[in-house]
């Protein structure tokens, strides 16, 4: 048997490696938390350490909670007797408000886009049957399916209203109110015209004030330069009238859903809000992402603010000395508590400064955004905007157009011609839609040269993947 020759040689080599400390992996985890997990991670370590304290408990449970507009419009007793006999002839329901919504929906025949985006809406409502904390309406469309277009969004929205109950799938309770004046063929025009915009007519509702406030708004609407005519001009009405219209408007329901089962199997049932976007009057020079302060228009910038009431508060016990151990575990989990509401703030920052003519214009105004030019902005890691940003487990950001996902902010795209600017995909893919229903023979490459002369830098391969994606066949197939 041949001996084996074995030889060894000594080598010294240099390697550079970077390893994550435990603190690091936890600032990183609580990152990409949503807010339950982190609610509970909070009081996790408030039960494991002296060293912390709760200061406030969270406001869970609060958000979403609409004011109660009987109230708000009644000043005293003058709605009770309606409430009481609203009440009692109200039936007891045993199912969800989804239930009862979606059997009605199943007896229409609707096409698969239409049933497929009135069953997001049905189950995007709260507790209350309203849209306003919940998703936006428009977030809601599947960009992949061409046919589901704002235009069909808003006759969805119009369908569900009008079922039974009727006024759900409204943004506000004073939205509903007007849906169900409407629907009933039976409201004065004096009620319509105070539930369209002017429901602060009402407090309180006595006949007298409101006909003061009333007609006072009348006269100083035609003071106003260019003042066109109003229903007020085309309608008489008396302190009679108005005590009519009063007494229409308190025999609505201002909680439709109120009587329904609430749905907890909902995916759209408690949205991670972890930003609030705010429009503010006034102009601002630069934008101050440290103050969470981006510019808009001329007469206006945004506030970014971190959504932190629905957490609990947690400090440092005073003059805790017992331990440094636990000191210093403490105050390394408020640092990383801050990190992440620094971080969040910071890429909200950027988002609004990127998609500043969606926050100004709303849906329909996206510019073609990735997560590696925010990170590359705020001079961060991808993978740390990644962590809020992802679709799966999604946060969500409350803008005055509605409750959006972060995701909903990225978009890819292609350069113009110029190179200097590049458009959104959807926008692309909406101009595809358009020229095939002009002319469903257009080639791949003939949708290119299109949009080229359109000043849209496109390949005909990306034309092909952007059909794909709307489920639309090749010009052999049409």
């Known amino acids: 048997m041949a001996k084996l020759n074995q030889n060894f040689v000594q080598k010294q080599s240099q390697k550079q490696s970077q390893r994550m400390s435990q603190v ?16 509970n991670e909070i009081y996790k370590a408030v039960s494991e350490n002296p060293a912390l304290e709760i200061v406030k408990k969270d406001k869970r449970g609060k958000r979403g909670q609409e004011k109660d507009f009987s109230y708000s419009i009644s000043g005293g007793y003058a709605d009770s007797d309606a409430r009481q006999r609203a009440m009692e002839a109200t039936e ?41 904390t919940m998703l ?48 009933s063929g039976e409201a004065p025009e004096l009620a319509l015209f105070i539930l369209d915009g002017h429901i602060d007519l ?17 006269k100083e609407w035609h003071k106003k330069k260019f003042a066109g005519e109003i229903i007020l001009d085309k309608i008489k009405f008396d302190e009679w ?9 308190l025999h609505l329901n201002i909680h439709p859903a109120q009587d329904y089962l609430k749905d907890t199997n909902s995916e759209y049932s408690t949205p991670d809000i972890v930003l609030r976007v705010v429009r503010k009057n006034g102009p601002l020079g630069v934008n101050d992402y440290s103050r969470g302060l981006v510019t808009g228009d001329n007469n206006s910038y945004f506030q970014i603010e971190y959504a932190s009431g629905v957490l609990p508060e947690v400090r440092l016990v005073e003059d805790f000395s017992m331990d440094k151990e636990n000191y210093q575990k403490a105050k390394s989990f408020l640092d990383i508590l801050a990190f992440r509401e620094s971080s969040i703030i910071l890429q ?52 005055e157009w509605g409750l959006f996902p972060v995701s909903y902010f990225f978009s890819s ?13 959807q926008v692309i893919k ?6 095939l229903s002009e002319d469903k023979n257009l080639s791949d490459s003939k949708l290119a040269e299109l949009l080229g002369a359109e000043g849209v830098k496109i390949a005909r391969r990306t034309v092909a993947k952007y059909r794909v994606q709307l489920g639309m066949a090749n010009s052999y197939k049409r």
Not at 28 to 39: F, G, H, K, P, W
């Open 24 to 39: 690091q992996i936890q600032a990183v985890n609580i990152l990409a938390m949503d807010t339950e997990e982190l609610r």
């Open 92 to 132: 007891d329901h045993t199912e969800t408000l989804q239930a009862h919504l979606m059997h009605q929906l199943n007896s229409i025949n609707l096409s698969f886009d239409e049933l497929e985006l009135s069953q997001k809406l049905i189950y995007n409502l709260d507790k209350n049957g309203f849209y306003g």
């Open 136 to 183: 936006a309406p428009e977030s809601l469309i599947n960009k992949a399916r061409p046919l589901q277009t704002k235009e069909m969004l808003d006759r969805c929205i119009r369908r569900i209203q009008r079922m039974d109950p009727v006024g759900t799938c409204c943004k506000t309770p004073e939205e509903s109110l007007l849906v169900q004046a409407q629907v």
């Open 202 to 218: 009402l407090n309180p509702p006595e006949p007298g004030t409101v006909y003061k406030k009333v007609v006072e708004y009348q």
């Open 241 to 249: 009238d108005v005590d009519d219209a009063i007494q229409f408007i």
């Open 348 to 399: 909200g920052c950027a988002i609004v400064n990127a998609q500043r003519d969606f926050f100004l214009n709303g849906a329909g105004h996206i510019n073609a955004l990735t997560r590696r030019q925010i990170a590359s902005e705020l001079g961060i890691h991808e993978s740390t905007v990644s962590r809020t940003s992802s679709k799966r487990g999604c946060k969500f950001i409350q803008t």
């Open 413 to 425: 795209g292609v350069s113009d011609k110029s190179g200097d600017k590049k458009i959104s995909s």
């Open 430 to 435: 909406q101009r595809i839609v358009e020229l």
